[in-house]
């Protein structure tokens, strides 16, 4: 027996119970508690000076799980337009979209699957990274960080 809930929001949680009459032994009887979490994102700003390596670790608080069993995309945007720079599906190589001629030859993903832009430049001032790691393919987990790069 199977209960199969579509279009889940936050309001469905709660405990809920299946129950069914059996011969000779009368009603069986069991509970779960389903908590449905909101879609989270966290978001950083991170400091650069101008030319140096900008590194942007992927899920900052994400210690547990290993990033390298998930699929994980890389991306950067700007007023309101977003582009996909690195996938990564588990156990393969990552696949890098150079189609950016600001970042094609710039971006390397790092240990932990952190970003790493060199040289940095005036142009990714403001921009916004973010990293998309996909649990299930309705649990998907961002961060995204604001970078802001300085001048010596």
């Not at 119970?17 to 000779?24: D, G, I, K, R, V």
């Not at 700003?45 to 547990?64: A, F, G, H, M, Y």
């Not at 699929?71 to 720079?85: A, Q, S, Y």
Request: aromatic share 10%; net charge neutral.
């Amino acid at each position: 027996w199977a209960l199969h809930l579509k279009n889940v929001t936050v309001s469905l949680g709660g405990q809920y119970e299946c129950s069914f009459a059996t011969y000779p032994y009368g009603t069986k009887a069991a509970k779960i508690q389903l908590i449905v979490k909101a879609e989270e994102e966290q978001h950083y700003v991170k400091e650069v000076q101008l030319n140096q390596t900008l590194e942007i670790p992927c899920l900052e608080d994400t210690t547990s799980e290993n990033l390298s069993n998930y699929p994980l995309k890389w991306l950067v945007g700007e007023n309101g337009r977003k582009e996909e720079l690195v996938t990564k599906e588990p156990s393969c190589p990552a696949v890098y979209r150079n189609s950016s001629a600001m970042y094609g030859q710039r971006v390397l993903l790092g240990l932990n699957n952190a970003l790493k832009i060199f040289p940095t430049e005036i142009t990714d001032d403001g921009r916004v990274f973010s990293c998309h790691v996909v649990y299930h393919p309705e649990r998907v987990q961002k961060s995204s960080t604001t970078v802001r790069v300085f001048g010596k």
